[in-house]
């Protein structure tokens, strides 16, 4: 034992020794302007050592701006001045992204109040040109590797909480159906579509934390006119096309979550600090949506880009949020207030809706903002007040925005959208039915043609020949139809047809279908509570009032920008149905249960009895003494006399 606690010091002792010659060779190669000297006389020395030390405190409050790395050389400093380490030129080449923000805030008529998110990320760069894109700075890495691996044109996904009723609140600048709405474009070297799809809804459920994975052949359509690519590249070519949806996705801060990570600045600044989930989700209508896409970076598209955003739509309830004030406020809405713009981002402002109050006779917002802007949105012109939060005086003294909105009068009349739809079924019992789609043409006096896009799952068998389309009670015969009928346990039915809607009309599609038997193990937990039918996608160019703007690289607000215009005189709209609850034939889930329960019964009665006769070795017993007799033979026996 003596021996090996020798050598064991000795070792120690030798690693000691080699530790303290390292590091004095290192403080030796260490060049003398890092290392603490004698003082100078050199007054100009002082002079910038006093000045490094004063500018310490102001880079340290800085810490969180967005600052442009400039490649530097030995050649760029002054003579007599450059640094013994010259800076040696970077190959990873700068990233050329740009990040903006805005909020849009919409007085309803109803006293409701509809709030808009929109984040938008640009990034010049080519994820399908071959090389390995690893350096990354506002567009976040997991979507970016996402897009190369699986060859990805366009991603539009959506998760939405509620339905937006667009008779009291109009048309949303982002519109999105019921549950999850996944519809992607691949690129045309892609061989395996399908597998590609089903690869891809099983990483984007696991990075937004959804049931994505549920996405099968059974609810996923190929549309052969509906949902063309909203960015550059507009190929038609529908087999890289596809498009699904879960109507009974539920929404929660799981999928909240994820998605605010992606932001450059997260939730810790900016726009995205109100987005505090308590208050989301405690209101009429929430939606989230992610939207990739390639667009064009100058008018002769000469240089494309790479856009992500992220737009999250909310609309609070006058009664639930407000406790029937009619009076709004950031604190409010969202219990927080604004102190700051990202850090990271180009442009932060705050839009509010102040069309229909041009003289403030109907409300009033405080703090007023000199700022105003219009803009051309859903073919109306809409005026806004803007607050600029890269701006300090926005904050004020206080440096913190609570915007408020008080509530003068209650009247006036909102503008009836000019297209709108709903669909119910109709019918009674258990084997047939009938689905009705009601849409309706607002416009005084001129038609615009309309597509319609159903996806019915295979176990509600869809008569096609019972297929009637009625616009102010005669025929309306679609100018397009494309029908793929449904394969059981295999794919969706799928209509599309190109409608012609009369000028201030309600044009119905009506259908009938039949109730398949579904086997046992095909129903869900609670299969009393019905079977959910996506949403009608109903797409349209709208005549508009005022004349669109059709260039799309033009600087406008985020809100006004998504869909692209290419006529002047009509804009694009989108229009989703409520989504259908249908009963199926549903067996007695119970009667499994009783019968084990009445068999086990059965079983332990009568074969318990008859078991017990078999088993049991029957003995007869002479019944005990009483007290009395007892008494006697105890006394017997002590006289000696024989027992009784």
Same mark, same amino acid.
């Given at each position: 034992?003596?021996?090996?606690?020798?050598?064991?010091?000795?070792?120690?002792?030798?690693?000691?020794?080699?530790?303290?010659?390292?590091?004095?060779?290192?403080?030796?190669?260490?060049?003398?302007?890092?290392?603490?000297?004698?003082?100078?006389?050199?007054? $100009?020395?002082?002079?910038?050592?006093?000045? $490094?030390?004063?500018?310490?405190?102001? =880079?340290?409050?800085?810490?969180?701006?967005?600052?442009?790395?400039?490649?530097?050389?030995?050649?760029?400093?002054?003579?007599?001045?450059?640094?013994?380490?010259?800076?040696?030129?970077?190959?990873?080449?700068?990233?050329?992204?740009?990040?903006?923000?805005?909020?849009?805030?919409?007085?309803?008529?109803?006293?409701?109040?509809?709030?808009?998110?929109?984040?938008?990320?640009?990034?010049?760069?080519?994820?399908?040109?071959?090389? &390995?894109?690893?350096?990354?700075?506002?567009?976040?890495?997991?979507?970016?590797?996402?897009?190369? &691996?699986?060859?990805?044109?366009?991603?539009?996904?959506? *998760?939405?909480?509620?339905?937006?009723?667009?008779?009291?609140?109009?048309?949303?600048? $982002?519109?999105?159906?019921?549950?999850?709405?996944?519809?992607?474009?691949?690129?045309?070297?892609?061989?395996? =579509?399908?597998?590609?799809?089903?690869?891809?809804?099983?990483?984007?459920?696991?990075? *937004?934390?959804?049931?994505?994975?549920?996405?099968?052949?059974?609810?996923?359509?190929?549309?052969?006119?509906? #949902?063309?690519?909203?960015?550059?590249?507009?190929?038609?070519?529908?087999?890289?096309?596809?498009?699904?949806?879960?109507?009974?996705?539920?929404?929660?801060?799981?999928?909240?979550?994820?998605?605010?990570?992606?932001?450059?600045?997260?939730?810790?600044?900016?726009?995205?600090?109100?987005?505090?989930?308590?208050?989301? #989700?405690?209101?009429?209508?929430?939606?989230?949506?992610?939207?990739?896409?390639?667009?064009?970076?100058?008018?002769?598209?000469?240089?494309?880009?790479?856009?992500?955003?992220?737009?999250?739509? %909310? =609309?609070?309830?006058?009664?639930?949020?407000? $406790?029937?004030?009619?009076?709004?406020?950031?604190?409010?809405?969202?219990?927080?207030?604004?102190?700051?713009?990202?850090?990271?981002?180009?442009?932060? &402002?705050?839009?509010?809706?102040?069309?229909?109050?041009?003289?403030?006779?109907?409300?009033?917002?405080?703090?007023?903002?000199?700022?105003? @802007?219009?803009?051309?949105?859903?073919?109306?012109?809409?005026?806004?007040?803007?607050?600029?939060?890269?701006?300090?005086?926005?904050?004020?003294?206080?440096?913190?925005?609570?915007?408020?909105?008080?509530?003068?009068?209650?009247?006036?009349?909102?503008?009836?959208?000019?297209?709108?739809?709903?669909?119910?079924?109709?019918?009674?019992?258990?084997?047939?039915?009938?689905?009705?789609?009601?849409?309706?043409?607002?416009?005084?006096?001129?038609? *615009?043609? %309309?597509?319609?896009?159903?996806?019915?799952?295979?176990?509600?068998?869809?008569?096609?020949?019972?297929?009637?389309?009625?616009?102010?009670? &005669?025929?309306?015969?679609?100018?397009?139809?494309?029908?793929?009928?449904?394969?059981?346990?295999?794919?969706?039915?799928?209509?599309?047809?190109?409608?012609?809607?009369?000028?201030?009309?309600?044009?119905?599609?009506?259908?009938?279908?039949?109730?398949?038997?579904?086997?046992?193990?095909?129903?869900?937990?609670?299969?009393?509570?019905? *079977?959910?039918?996506?949403? @009608?996608?109903?797409?349209?160019? /709208?005549?508009?009032? /005022?004349?669109?703007?059709?260039? @799309?690289?033009?600087?406008?607000?985020?809100?006004?920008?998504? #869909?692209?215009?290419?006529?002047?005189?009509?804009? #694009? =709209?989108?229009?989703?149905?409520?989504?259908?609850? %249908?009963?199926?034939?549903?067996?007695?889930?119970?009667?499994?249960?009783?019968?084990?329960?009445?068999?086990?019964?059965?079983?332990?009665?009568?074969?318990?009895?008859?078991?017990?006769?078999?088993?049991?070795?029957?003995?007869?017993?002479?019944?005990?003494?009483?007290?009395?007799?007892?008494?006697?033979?105890?006394?017997?026996?002590?006289?000696?006399?024989?027992?009784?």
């Amino acid at each position: 034992m003596a021996a090996h606690r020798c050598s064991y010091s000795a070792v120690l002792l030798i690693i000691y020794i080699l530790t303290v010659f390292i590091v004095a060779d290192s403080q030796e190669t260490t060049p003398n302007v890092d290392r603490p000297g004698p003082a100078t006389n050199n007054p $100009q020395t002082a002079t910038n050592t006093a000045e $490094q030390t004063a500018e310490q405190p102001a =880079v340290e409050e800085k810490r969180w701006v967005a600052t442009e790395v400039e490649e530097a050389t030995a050649d760029d400093a002054p003579t007599g001045q450059q640094h013994p380490e010259a800076v040696v030129p970077s190959s990873v080449p700068l990233p050329k992204d740009d990040f903006q923000e805005e909020l849009v805030i919409r007085p309803l008529h109803s006293g409701d109040i509809y709030a808009s998110f929109q984040f938008r990320t640009v990034w010049e760069t080519e994820f399908m040109s071959g090389n &390995k894109v690893s350096h990354y700075r506002l567009f976040p890495k997991s979507l970016g590797q996402l897009i190369s &691996k699986f060859s990805v044109r366009e991603l539009h996904i959506s *998760f939405t909480q509620g339905y937006w009723r667009t008779m009291q609140w109009g048309q949303p600048f $982002q519109p999105s159906p019921p549950g999850a709405e996944l519809w992607v474009w691949f690129q045309d070297s892609v061989t395996d =579509v399908d597998g590609t799809w089903k690869e891809l809804t099983n990483v984007l459920s696991g990075i *937004f934390c959804a049931s994505l994975n549920f996405i099968d052949s059974t609810n996923t359509v190929q549309p052969s006119a509906s #949902f063309k690519p909203l960015g550059i590249n507009n190929v038609t070519d529908h087999r890289f096309l596809r498009y699904a949806t879960l109507p009974r996705e539920i929404v929660c801060t799981e999928n909240l979550t994820p998605w605010k990570k992606l932001l450059p600045c997260g939730s810790k600044a900016g726009l995205a600090v109100l987005l505090k989930s308590e208050k989301l #989700f405690h209101s009429s209508f929430h939606s989230q949506a992610v939207h990739i896409r390639p667009v064009c970076q100058d008018w002769q598209c000469k240089t494309t880009s790479w856009e992500l955003r992220q737009t999250l739509n %909310v =609309v609070f309830d006058l009664h639930t949020s407000a $406790q029937g004030k009619r009076e709004w406020s950031l604190f409010k809405m969202f219990a927080r207030t604004l102190t700051e713009a990202c850090p990271l981002a180009s442009s932060s &402002k705050i839009y509010i809706d102040i069309t229909d109050n041009p003289q403030g006779e109907q409300f009033e917002v405080s703090p007023a903002t000199p700022l105003l @802007s219009q803009a051309v949105v859903l073919g109306d012109r809409r005026t806004f007040s803007v607050y600029d939060l890269t701006q300090q005086i926005t904050f004020g003294t206080v440096r913190s925005l609570n915007l408020l909105i008080r509530w003068k009068s209650s009247e006036g009349d909102m503008l009836r959208p000019l297209l709108h739809a709903e669909r119910y079924v109709a019918g009674y019992g258990l084997q047939t039915g009938e689905i009705h789609t009601l849409m309706y043409n607002n416009h005084p006096y001129r038609s *615009f043609p %309309v597509l319609l896009l159903d996806s019915v799952p295979w176990y509600l068998r869809l008569y096609i020949h019972t297929l009637t389309v009625t616009s102010k009670g &005669k025929d309306n015969k679609p100018s397009y139809i494309h029908y793929q009928p449904s394969k059981d346990r295999v794919r969706p039915h799928l209509l599309e047809m190109l409608v012609q809607l009369p000028p201030n009309s309600v044009t119905e599609v009506t259908v009938q279908f039949e109730r398949a038997l579904l086997k046992w193990t095909e129903y869900t937990p609670d299969p009393n509570h019905g *079977f959910y039918v996506g949403s @009608s996608v109903i797409s349209s160019l /709208v005549p508009s009032v /005022v004349a669109m703007d059709t260039n @799309s690289t033009r600087d406008r607000p985020l809100f006004s920008s998504f #869909f692209p215009c290419k006529e002047e005189s009509s804009y #694009f =709209v989108r229009v989703y149905t409520e989504p259908l609850l %249908v009963n199926l034939p549903t067996p007695d889930f119970s009667m499994p249960y009783n019968v084990i329960c009445l068999t086990c019964t059965v079983v332990a009665v009568g074969y318990g009895s008859l078991y017990n006769l078999l088993t049991r070795s029957f003995q007869i017993e002479e019944p005990s003494p009483g007290l009395a007799k007892r008494i006697a033979n105890i006394i017997r026996k002590m006289r000696g006399v024989p027992p009784l």
